[in-house]
């Protein structure tokens, strides 16, 4: 009695949660249709071009180096402490950030597929994330490589990385989700998202640390859920332990995040094909 | 609602066991129409409070004027596409669905299909449903032609052992030769339907919908196709095909819904409802 009344409150049918989480089980259980998508989205992106999806190492490489040598020097540190960090940072930031926009047209650029057969939804934004897994795989080598130059060498720290990347790909999964169904519906998301990206940045620890800070701005940073998400994944693979708030509040973002989903996703399923 | 997520179809063995059947009561559909303008975050944080925000065009109620064009909250357009249709499809209907352009075939067609979520009313399907509405669906320009053999076959539901012989059954039936191998781009159009045709009538459902029938290739090819048409189309137990041919509809349905605005003007066999629609169109026109 008491759920059903909150349910009406939200105004959402409960079949339509069950429809909802159907969808996204039955969607999972399709792992064949979006990890041969994926792949293909990947494969047909760098079918013609020489090195393949090692351009993505490569511009990454590019851009850590550069990033690496001009922030080191303004900030007066040494190589061999911050490239690494600012390797991983930027490798797992542009995971979550494409991740993030290219899921913004996940059910956009689907349509012709959506409008043509019945198919649980879920799949099309699956394939956006098996997709820049494909794509992570290829950048990540880079860290690994910086790592071994600058003496981090693996130890059974890299373990806790695990739990940490799937803790992490959850919160991506649950954001770009929630961008894929706004963004089809209101065709400002996605460039709304773009820029919030670029002010996130820099809101992030990203290119900087949390202990370079100090002050207000610090606490205000430290509260960024951003911030507990990434450290979950990175500080493992800087062979340091992420904090226990990490861990606290990485999971509680995961859990918010997908009740959000759960109930956006069950009061806009079935109206996301009229919105193609 | 008895609609199967994925459609399970096998290249070789039918796939069935239950009782095809369509059948609706009531069935209606409110189709919400966005233009760039109602599209945007501007205007609804202009027009709407936030709480309307996803509830969108959901009703029409009293608004509902004359035709089938209503306003639903916040100055959405809405588009009553099915008005209130019952109907009972049964093993071995062979329906057409005529009406003039804008009359619904293609919102009803995507509703049995269970693309489309009815807005009120029953819709119950019994068996496998296979839409044929874009034969070329899942092309990526890029793919070989055996690469986009296998993402159809994925896409239809074939299991890895299915797909070998999906491509054997494919590539002997289109005759490509070492063309299977290139960019489905470096294709004439001639040949992609070639490909495009032996796939999608390379499975059998119980329920096949069509939005216009598939007819393209060279002469010889055409003859061919026609063959491989005809036991496709046999081998589903209902088939529901919406097309302006005449010689489609006589040729191949037993049965006729015609539609008009949204409702189900007529339902009986071909020669009467051809009659009835002719009639009508004189009346408009006179």
Redesign the interface.
């Known amino acids: 009695m008491d759920k059903q009344m909150q349910m009406a409150f939200l105004?959402i049918a409960e079949s339509q949660l069950e429809k909802a989480i159907?969808?996204i089980w039955?969607s999972l259980c399709?792992w064949?249709?979006w990890t041969?998508?994926g792949y293909?989205d990947v494969k047909?992106r760098y079918?013609?071009s020489t090195l393949g999806p090692f351009w993505a190492s490569l511009s990454m490489a590019f851009q850590v180096f550069v990033t690496g040598f001009v922030m080191a020097y303004l900030f007066h540190m040494t190589l061999q402490r911050y490239l690494p960090y600012i390797c991983i940072g930027l490798i797992i930031w542009s995971f979550l950030t494409t991740i993030v926009s290219e899921g913004a047209n996940a059910f956009i650029s689907s349509s012709?597929?959506?409008?043509?057969?019945?198919?649980?939804l879920f799949v099309y934004l699956l394939q956006v994330v098996w997709r820049n897994i494909i794509v992570g795989a290829h950048t990540v080598v880079i860290f690994f490589v910086v790592a071994l130059l600058f003496g981090l060498f693996p130890t059974s720290a890299y373990l806790l990385a695990i739990p940490g990347f799937v803790l992490f790909l959850v919160n991506c999964v649950w954001a770009a989700g929630a961008v894929a169904i706004l963004s089809t519906?209101?065709?400002?998301?996605p460039l709304?998202v773009t820029n919030a990206f670029m002010a996130l940045f820099w809101l992030t620890p990203v290119v900087y640390q949390l202990d370079q800070l100090s002050g207000p701005i610090k606490t205000v940073i430290s509260y960024n859920p951003l911030y507990h998400a990434i450290e979950v994944f990175r500080a493992p693979l800087l062979l340091t332990e992420p904090s226990a708030t990490n861990w606290l509040v990485a999971i509680a973002t995961a859990a918010f995040g997908w009740l959000f989903l759960l109930l956006?996703f069950a009061?806009?399923r079935?109206?996301i094909?009229?919105?193609l | 609602m008895n609609i199967k997520p994925s459609i399970k179809a096998s290249s070789v063995v039918p796939v069935s066991g239950r009782q095809a059947r369509i059948s609706a009561r009531d069935l209606s559909l409110d189709f919400p129409i966005y233009d760039i303008a109602s599209r945007s975050l501007k205007q609804l944080l202009m027009v709407r409070p936030i709480a309307t925000v996803l509830r969108g065009a959901s009703q029409v109620g009293a608004s509902h004027v004359g035709g089938s064009i209503a306003t639903g909250a916040g100055g959405t357009v809405v588009v009553r596409a099915i008005d209130k249709m019952s109907f009972e499809i049964e093993e071995g209907a062979r329906i057409g669905l005529i009406g003039h352009n804008g009359a619904g075939k293609t919102t009803l067609l995507r509703t049995m299909a269970g693309i489309y979520e009815p807005t009120s009313g029953v819709l119950e399907t019994a068996g496998h449903v296979m839409p044929l509405f874009n034969l070329m669906e899942g092309m990526m320009p890029d793919a070989t032609g055996r690469e986009f053999i296998r993402i159809r076959g994925v896409l239809l539901g074939l299991e890895p052992h299915q797909l070998e012989s999906l491509a054997e059954d494919v590539i002997e039936f289109c005759e490509l030769g070492s063309y299977i191998d290139m960019p489905v781009r470096t294709y004439s159009t001639g040949m992609l339907v070639r490909l495009a045709f032996a796939l999608s009538t390379s499975v059998s459902p119980d329920i096949l919908l069509f939005d216009e029938l598939i007819g393209a290739g060279d002469a010889r090819f055409v003859s061919k196709a026609q063959e491989r048409l005809k036991s496709f189309v046999e081998r589903s137990s209902i088939v529901v095909v919406a097309s302006h041919s005449r010689a489609i509809l006589d040729q191949w349905c037993n049965r006729l819904f015609l539609l008009e605005h949204g409702k189900l003007i007529a339902d009986g066999p071909v020669r009467d409802v051809l009659e009835e629609y002719d009639r009508r169109t004189a009346a408009q026109n006179a």
């Open positions: 105004g159907h969808d039955s399709a064949r249709l041969l998508f293909n047909m079918r013609r012709e597929l959506i409008l043509q057969v019945k198919r649980p519906r209101f065709r400002d998301i709304i956006l009061r806009t079935k109206r094909p009229f919105w």
